[in-house]
């Protein structure tokens, strides 16, 4: 046993000191990125926010929508070949777990996803996708250290996905005691990755468009989002909801999930995710407009006229 003093940092920690800026306008903010991948130099152009892989927010609607606007969607794991064959393109990413690792004829982008990314079965997992199909983008996670996002990304990952125990719909710190403050993960793994020219996802913890801001202004190569995106006309299956209704999402090893998809949870483990009600929040576009929004007023504030520039521009002050 030891323990690390070092004291590390969740987004309610910090603020952004503001700057002076030669930017005109909120307009001039240009949010696009363009990626090379590590393993096969693939190109991936977009808003990099990506819906997360839950079957309340990573769904076919809600993909169609995000993908006209430029951003990314993880198609949940339970998706089916029909529902989401239309929707397969660089914008979305097919989610598999350790039970299926091949990945369906057509699919370029591939998440293996795991609640514990730190496994040398997982890793093995990764290393077998890699070298059978080397030609696709893989993102791959959970973790949040440096040296499990280097492991990752050596084995055959282009992405990392970082956060474990973060998520509003997740238990793990909770059940197991399990965890590590995310944006300190973020700073971390993102050094660790961009050192080996590998990229990485913010998985978690974003409540508010100020968290994604430091998530990117931290080093995050993408932010994936869940229950921000919950809620909506895209996520879900009703077409009667009125405004002020309460609406149900769910993390993926919640025992509502494995009770849907397995049967419930197996003897062996306990759930580690639980079920959030969110109001109804009409159609996706509207929210995303109020994110993107204050991504660039952000951006205005430090005088970053990219968002790739914005992590360079970023001093975090503690406020906690």
Request: glycine residues 10%.
């Amino acid at each position: 046993m030891r323990i690390e003093f070092e004291r590390k940092i969740n987004f309610d920690d910090v603020v952004i000191r503001p700057k002076r800026s030669a930017l005109h306008s909120r307009a001039e903010v240009d949010l696009t990125r363009t990626f090379k991948t590590l393993h096969n130099a693939n190109i991936i152009t977009g808003i990099p926010i990506i819906a997360s892989n839950m079957d309340t927010v990573g769904t076919p609607r809600v993909a169609e929508a995000l993908q006209q606007i430029g951003m990314f969607t993880a198609l949940h794991k339970y998706t089916k070949f029909e529902e989401c064959f239309k929707v397969w393109s660089t914008f979305s990413f097919q989610t598999f777990g350790l039970d299926a690792v091949s990945p369906w004829l057509g699919v370029q982008n591939i998440c293996l996803d795991v609640a514990n990314g730190y496994t040398e079965a997982f890793v093995q997992s990764v290393q077998a996708v890699r070298h059978e199909f080397p030609d696709l983008t893989i993102m791959a996670g959970n973790v949040a250290t440096a040296d499990m996002t280097e492991a990752l990304l050596l084995a055959g990952a282009d992405i990392v996905k970082v956060g474990v125990g973060p998520g509003s719909a997740c238990l793990t710190t909770e059940v197991t005691g399990v965890g590590y403050p995310q944006l300190s993960a973020i700073i971390e793994c993102a050094d660790a990755a961009h050192g080996l020219r590998g990229l990485i996802c913010a998985d978690g913890g974003c409540k508010t468009s100020g968290d994604i801001v430091k998530a990117f202004a931290a080093g995050a190569d993408f932010v994936m989002l869940g229950g921000m995106l919950a809620g909506h006309t895209e996520n879900i299956v009703r077409s009667d909801w009125r405004e002020g209704d309460k609406v149900k999402y769910y993390g993926m090893s919640s025992a509502d999930a494995m009770e849907k998809y397995v049967g419930g949870v197996a003897e062996y483990r306990a759930a580690e995710g639980k079920v959030v009600e969110v109001p109804f929040r009409g159609d996706i576009k509207d929210t995303v407009k109020t994110i993107l929004g204050g991504l660039r007023s952000a951006c205005t504030y430090v005088g970053a006229a990219t968002l790739k520039e914005l992590p360079k521009r970023t001093t975090f002050v503690r406020v906690k």
